[in-house]
């Protein structure tokens, strides 16, 4: 009798029946998926400032993800593409966020390492397909093939190989939904995706709230995006400034599995007025 059919593509030119075990950046997407799966929690940070030590301060921090920002900070493509490489090195799993989909970059940052592909201001479906399409390689997709970079063992593990694990463990995608108003309704927007993230400070910009403002609106925004991902499958996500019991309750995020908290530049900003403060006397 014939041996089972294996549950996972085997190996390029295997006959083995046991599936290879995803490896580097395929490992660290299903590790971050498994978790969402199951109703875990994840926290990360925006990273936006250059240089290897912030990654390598995240790495030992026992941070989940970073996500390094290419929307609001003076980091460039190719100081975003060495991070990416330190972190993978870390085995600190790092996004990238983009303030529009340009297929070109975002394989160049998936080639240089990143887990996944977070997009600023989704307001019409188109936005989510094009994301989808620079992501992931032909069916599924329009990405350009190359194995000359280290997520694909730089050619030593084989095409077929590559793209096997590419299929089981595509890129994570996080689309941003931080208007009062899209295009096109939440579900349809959500659906394909890993996270639906609010951004709150934009969205709170959106709804013409200021900080003493009641905060029903937001929070009313914030449900509807959580409705629109339960219905679709994506998990909740959201940015706060700190993750105290009452940031999360003010922007509706108490419930959210993929969370980031400040960045960097914040946290230092932080420390700093912290250390500035007059000392009380005992």
Avoid: C
């Amino acid at each position: 009798m014939a041996p089972p059919t294996p549950a996972g593509p085997p190996p390029a030119g295997s006959s083995s029946a046991e599936p290879t075990p995803p490896t580097g950046v395929h490992a660290a997407r299903a590790r971050l998926r498994g978790t969402l799966r199951d109703g875990g929690q994840l926290v990360g940070t925006f990273v936006k400032l250059p240089g290897a030590d912030v990654i390598a301060l995240a790495a030992r921090s026992g941070l989940d993800f970073v996500v390094i920002d290419l929307e609001h900070s003076g980091l460039d493509e190719r100081t975003a593409t060495d991070q990416l490489r330190l972190a993978a090195l870390a085995g600190l799993p790092a996004l990238v966020r983009v303030p529009a989909v340009d297929p070109g970059q975002v394989n160049r940052l998936l080639e240089a390492g990143a887990v996944g592909v977070q997009l600023s201001t989704v307001r019409r479906r188109a936005d989510v397909e094009a994301l989808r399409a620079a992501s992931r390689y032909a069916p599924h997709g329009r990405r350009s093939i190359s194995l000359a970079h280290p997520s694909a063992g730089y050619g030593g593990d084989g095409l077929d190989r590559y793209l096997a694990a590419e299929a089981e463990h595509p890129p994570v995608l996080v689309a941003q939904i931080e208007t009062a108003t899209t295009d096109d309704p939440l579900p349809a927007l959500l659906t394909g995706v890993d996270v639906g993230f609010v951004g709150t400070t934009d969205l709170a910009v959106s709804l013409g709230l200021s900080t003493t403002d009641d905060p029903g609106p937001l929070l009313r925004r914030t449900g509807d995006v959580a409705d629109a991902a339960r219905t679709t499958g994506a998990a909740l996500g959201g940015w706060v400034a700190d993750r105290s019991a009452g940031a999360l309750g003010r922007h509706g995020l108490t419930d959210a599995r993929y969370l980031v908290v400040g960045s960097d530049l914040q946290l230092l900003g932080t420390g700093l007025r912290r250390l500035a403060a007059p000392v009380r006397p005992a």
